[in-house]
Structures are given as structure tokens and as C-alpha cells.
């Protein structure tokens, strides 16, 4: 076999790892190992005293890679920023967010539910963790909707379909590692998410409005609030919005000039300021220690996808997978919009069987290049490029459109990570009522998706002004 061949083999069988339920980091380790023996034995001849060589050979690469790059600075904003998340619960924040949002948008109708959306969206932008945001408001909102008179199911599923706008509105831990695996600017691509990450959560306030208007006794408007309590919740709610000042202006100086630090260092501050916040609310030290632990978790558990996979994408650099992949893709005759269109579908497939993060780490250093390659090349200029925009343009606008697609995966069956959450924190509801209850917000993703593709603007406007 040639190094293409084995490279689909080898990928053929860790998609079965997947499938058979072996956890990513570790389906692609195993699989990044055993190909890269097979590659170098191969080399070798396959002569049978030979085979020890490429075992060694294997190993040293295998241990060298993921440790230079997990290693990197980069990586260190991700644990930063789960932490903000964790710590603005503590200082209260999440109240402060759902009780304004319920104020100012309640009137509405379903309007519980559009708060609910609006305030996981304020929280999204101190909270770089999916996860987290859900479990969060899975104690807070879901008993809110419920006094109300809400379906368990859809209530559940308003908390795990709101939960994924964190994967898009910075600070976000996905475009952190899409930045790292493209090498792209991080902060560039932290500014693109903010638009369309409101313009999901409008998405899906909208998507709410129009059931309530035409299901019957679908959830009351909740009314009865003057413009005085209103604006009263508002000074409890703002520290979200200067932590999101201090992160994002602190990355990119808005004022000219250089910027005022780096994106570990905005990430760091602004978890110090957080963390600030939460001791001047009474955090204890048993809450600190429990935010410590559950970012302990979450990032551990990040790292080690990020560990295996990258034995994996060297193995793939070895077999010339990417490359293949990449003259494949150029060599079709139709458009290339049709063909990103069909990469996108791809990825709605995958994300049934793979969490977000493990499936942008396996796919993007073979899709990636492509998408590259489809527009014109990472040097062409918007003239010359197939999708009217340069090629460091593309690479954010492909960025928000994966990471939207991530979105999407956290609440597709069967592995569906933000419902798994929400029916973990209730004990009321079962992963199966979650799944039923997010189902609408299907045709919201499919919507902004669609829009995201049609209108690049929504994405490359803000990045584009600095």
C-alpha cells in the first residue's frame, strides 16, 4: 500500500473506534500510533526485523508532538477562560443577566424562553465553555419556566440550545483551537464571533416568538414590571459587559496603535477581574475551590483531545492525506459554494457521532486546506478568490462557519453534549425529553447557517475594521 491507502485505512478505523464508543482522544491516538508504525515499516520494507525500528520511531514522534504544541501560550487562554465562566456564577452574574433579561423582554411572548436565550448569551460572553453556560442555567431558568406553565422538554431544550451560543461569542475555547490549527490571528477571529453570535441568539428569540404566537398555551408573556424595575437591573447586569471591554480591548486596542497585550494575558486579567467580583459577592472558598476543580475538568479533558488527535494529524502529514483531500476537492467540476455546502453537511453528519471539539481537531487539517485551495489559496486577493473575499478573510469566515456547525453537533442525538448536561443537572428530565425539546432549534441553526453562507459580511464586518 502507498501512504494514502494506509492513511484510509487508519481512518477508517478510528471512525470505528468512535463508532464503537472509544472516546475520541483515544480512538485517535491509538489509530495516529498504529498508522504512523505501519508508514515507517512500510519505508522500511516491511522486513520483519525492521518492525522495531518503526516502533521506536513511532513513539518518539508520537511523544514529541503533542507536547510541543499543547505547550504552546496559546492554548493557556482556554483554561482562562472556562474559569471566567465558573467564577461569574459564583459572583452572581447569571442571576443579575436572567433576571434583567427577563425585565426588558418577558412582555413578549414565550417570553421566558427569549430571556432565557438572550441571558446565555450575555453569559456566553464571560464564558468560553458550552458546558458550563448549560449547566449553569439548567438551575436557573429551567424552574423560572417551569412556575410559568412551559413544557419540560422545551424549557430543558431553550437551556441546551442556548448554551451552545458560547462556542461562537468570545470568549470562546473552539475558535481558540480553530486559531491554533489554521494559525490564525486569535483575536481577529474572537471579533468575528461576536456578530453572529448575536445574530443566533436573535435567531432563536425569533424562532420562540413565532411558536408562541401560534401554539396554543404555549408559555405566557411575563408582565407586570415598570420601567423603573427595569432599569434597576440593569447595574447588577453590567459587569459582564466590562469584562467583555477588558478581554476584547485589551487583545486589540480599538484606539490605534499596538495592542495592549496578548490574548492570554486579556484572558488572564480577565478572570483576575472576575474573580474579584465573585470575592466581593461572598464567594467562600468551598465555591473557589469547586470553580478551581470543574475547570481542572473541563480543561483537562479539552487537553486530552487535543493530546490525541495530534498524533493523529502528524500520522495524516506522513500518510498525504491532507494534500489528496485537497486536490480532490479542486479537481470537482461544480462550484465551489456547492462544494463547502457539501463540507458543511459532512460536518452535521459527523457531529452526530463526535463531540465539537474532537471532530474540528480531526477534520480541520484535511478540510482546511481544501477550503483553502477552493477559494483561491491562502495569498489571493478578494478579486481573484472564489468566494469574493482574500484568503485570510476566508480562513474567519470558514472559522464561524465550522464553529456554528460545532454549535449544532452539541445538540444533535445521539451524543448531543449540551443535553446530556441539562438531564444531568435535573432530575426530572431524561436525556431523551432534552433531545425532543431542542429539536426546533434545528431549523433555527439551519437558518443562520444558511444566512452566515449567503451574507459573509454578517462575519468578516468586525474583524475587518481593525
Not at 478568490?385 to 472559522?399: D, E, K, Q, V, Y
Amino acid at each position: 500500500m502507498d501512504p494514502i491507502q494506509i492513511g484510509l485505512v487508519v481512518s477508517g478505523i478510528m471512525l470505528l473506534f468512535v463508532v464503537l464508543g472509544m472516546r475520541v482522544a483515544f480512538a485517535a491516538g491509538t489509530a495516529g500510533l498504529l498508522g504512523l508504525v505501519w508508514i515507517f515499516w512500510a519505508k522500511f520494507g516491511y522486513a520483519p526485523d525492521k518492525l522495531g525500528k518503526a516502533v521506536v520511531v513511532s513513539v518518539k514522534i508520537a511523544g514529541q508532538v503533542p507536547h510541543s504544541k499543547v505547550s504552546s501560550q496559546a492554548l493557556s487562554l482556554i483554561p482562562t477562560f472556562i474559569l471566567i465562566g465558573y467564577l461569574a456564577y459564583y459572583a452572581g452574574l447569571t442571576k443579575a443577566l436572567f433576571e434583567a433579561a427577563k425585565r426588558w423582554v418577558g412582555w413578549l411572548p414565550g417570553g421566558m424562553a427569549v430571556a432565557t436565550v438572550f441571558a446565555t448569551a450575555g453569559f456566553a460572553a464571560v464564558s468560553g465553555a458550552s458546558v458550563a453556560t448549560s449547566a449553569v442555567f439548567a438551575r436557573i431558568a429551567i424552574p423560572e419556566m417551569l412556575r410559568v406553565g412551559y413544557d419540560k422538554r422545551f424549557a430543558a431544550g431553550v437551556v441546551a440550545a442556548g448554551g451552545t451560543l458560547a462556542s461562537l461569542i468570545p470568549p470562546s475555547a473552539i475558535l481558540v483551537i480553530y486559531a491554533i490549527i489554521v494559525e490564525q490571528d486569535v483575536g481577529k477571529l474572537l471579533l468575528a464571533g461576536f456578530i453572529p453570535g448575536a445574530f443566533s441568539a436573535l435567531i432563536y428569540g425569533l424562532l420562540i416568538v413565532i411558536m408562541a404566537l401560534t401554539i396554543p398555551n404555549f408559555g405566557p408573556p411575563v408582565g407586570g414590571f415598570t420601567w423603573g424595575e427595569r432599569f434597576k437591573s440593569l447595574p447588577p447586569a453590567m459587569p459582564i459587559f466590562f469584562v467583555v471591554f477588558i478581554i476584547i480591548f485589551f487583545i486589540y486596542n480599538p484606539f490605534g496603535g499596538d495592542a495592549w497585550g496578548t490574548p492570554t494575558e486579556g484572558g488572564a486579567l480577565g478572570a483576575f477581574v472576575v474573580f474579584l467580583m465573585a470575592v466581593y459577592k461572598g464567594m467562600r472558598w468551598g465555591q473557589f475551590r469547586e470553580a478551581l476543580l470543574e475547570t481542572a475538568k473541563l480543561a483537562v479533558m479539552i487537553f486530552t483531545i487535543i493530546w490525541g488527535v495530534l498524533i493523529y494529524v502528524r500520522f495524516l502529514g506522513f500518510a498525504n492525506l491532507p494534500g489528496a483531500f485537497s486536490d480532490f476537492i479542486t479537481s470537482l467540476d461544480q462550484s465551489p459554494m456547492i462544494t463547502l455546502v457539501m463540507i458543511l453537511l459532512a460536518y452535521a453528519v459527523l457531529g452526530m457521532f463526535m463531540d465539537a471539539i474532537g471532530m474540528l481537531l480531526l477534520t480541520l487539517p484535511v478540510v482546511y486546506p481544501a477550503v483553502m485551495a477552493l477559494n483561491g489559496g491562502e495569498m489571493v486577493t478578494a478579486a481573484d478568490s472564489a468566494f469574493g473575499m482574500s484568503g485570510p478573510m476566508c480562513a474567519i469566515w470558514f472559522g464561524i462557519l465550522v464553529v456554528k456547525m460545532a454549535e449544532f453537533c452539541l445538540i444533535t442525538p445521539p451524543i448531543g453534549l449540551n443535553c446530556f448536561v441539562v438531564a444531568g443537572v435535573r432530575d426530572d428530565l431524561s436525556v431523551q425529553d432534552v433531545f425532543k425539546g431542542v429539536t426546533p432549534f434545528f431549523i433555527a441553526d439551519a437558518i443562520t447557517i444558511a444566512l452566515l453562507v449567503a451574507f459573509p459580511w454578517i462575519v468578516l464586518w468586525l474583524p475587518s475594521q481593525v
